[in-house]
Nanobody, 121 residues
Framework: QVQLVESGGGLVQAGGSLRLSCAAS????????MGWYRQVPGKQRELVAS???????NYANSVKGRFTISRDNAKNTVYLQMNSLKPEDTFVYYC???????????????WGQGTQVTVSS
């Protein structure tokens, strides 16, 4: 009923920048919190940044001052601007959206398919 499509990952040198995008589509009445998580195989997914529908943000300590999360509510899209990238930022990044469906008026959590970010030293 809802699809999240991510884009913007890739390979970048340390100190470089990337911008991730995640667009939600489907039976969307509204979207509450949106966020970005990251994961390496075999380990738990960790929060990178989140943003409420009102624009309040929260960041992992490891990315504060380097990453910026934003959203365009009209486009149901969340962004992650990543600056001053480090090799330890190498992960698969997933977007998340808490979506209220038009069909049920209930909130469900959806995940994107993941996009690889690789930072070379």
């Amino acid at each position: 009923q809802v699809q999240l499509v991510e884009s913007g990952g890739g390979l970048v040198q340390a100190g470089g920048s990337l911008r991730l995008s995640c667009a939600a589509s489907g039976s969307i009445l509204s979207i509450n919190a949106m966020g970005w998580y990251r994961q390496v195989p075999g380990k738990q997914r960790e929060l990178v940044a989140s943003i409420t529908s009102g624009g309040s943000t929260n960041y992992a300590n490891s990315v504060k001052g380097r990453f910026t999360i934003s959203r365009d509510n009209a486009k149901n899209t969340v962004y992650l601007q990543m600056n001053s990238l480090k090799p330890e930022d190498t992960f698969v990044y997933y977007c998340k959206a808490d979506v209220v469906l038009t069909t049920t008026h209930l909130s469900y959590r959806y995940w994107g398919q993941g996009t690889q970010v690789t930072v070379s030293s």
